[in-house]
């Protein structure tokens, strides 16, 4: 039944965990994989077999049955992983966005006009990303664009908290000056470093999953 079989792949999830935690550090995986072994000892009986199938007695089946549920582990474990990328972003990008104005206003001494300069900035690194990305439908190692991705990202948040170093008197008007062009500038990486890993950790979730989880 499908409570069988997704508690077999659960249990080989778990299982190929455990052999890779013995080669380098997954602790932080323990408070996600050990709730699913723990799901995973109750499906069956939440969704049992509806009837029994044939031949589960030959040796073909065993090992057609137990290589398919071995792949869908593997499956599920790259998925994981891909989700859990996902969330970077969410806890160490997305929330600049939250300090901004205090950024705008403490930091580089700008006005509102400035403040929605700096706000759009990102708006239109991602629009760049979002159309360059759609171009490159066909782009080959996704994974390796993801972890460049990140990195830009962690970067450019650095070199934009660094950009307060720079000369903040005005050379026009009252509110542009070396610092805030330097920091609008880096926010238009920061927001296509952004829109490029989102883009990317998606369709690798797209990807690996199976046409009947998409729907």
Not at 47 to 63: G, H, K, S, V
Request: aromatic content about 8%.
């Amino acid at each position: 039944g499908v409570g069988n079989a997704i508690s077999l792949i659960l249990w080989l999830t778990v299982l190929i965990y455990g052999l890779g935690s013995l080669y380098c550090r997954l602790d932080g995986l323990h408070a996600l994989v050990m709730p699913a072994a723990a799901v995973a000892v109750v499906l069956p009986v939440v969704f049992p077999a509806a009837r029994a199938l044939a031949n589960t007695e030959t040796l073909a089946f065993r090992a057609h049955l137990l290589i398919s549920m071995l792949a869908y582990s593997l499956f599920t474990i790259a998925s994981l992983h891909v989700m859990l990328m996902a969330l970077i972003p969410q806890l160490f990008a997305i929330p600049y966005f939250t300090i901004m104005p205090v950024f705008a206003a403490e930091v580089l001494h700008t006005n509102a006009v400035g403040y929605g300069v700096l706000a759009t900035m990102p708006g239109v690194g991602a629009t760049v990303a979002t159309l360059t990305v759609a171009t490159l439908s066909d782009i080959r190692n996704r994974g390796r664009f993801l972890v460049v991705s990140a990195v830009v990202q962690g970067v450019s948040i650095v070199i934009l908290a660094a950009t307060s170093l720079a000369s903040k008197e005005p050379f026009f008007a009252d509110w542009l000056s070396p610092a805030f062009v330097l920091s609008a500038l880096v926010l238009v990486f920061v927001g296509g470093s952004v829109m490029t890993y989102n883009t990317l950790s998606n369709t690798l979730v797209q990807t690996l999953s199976s046409d009947e989880m998409r729907g």
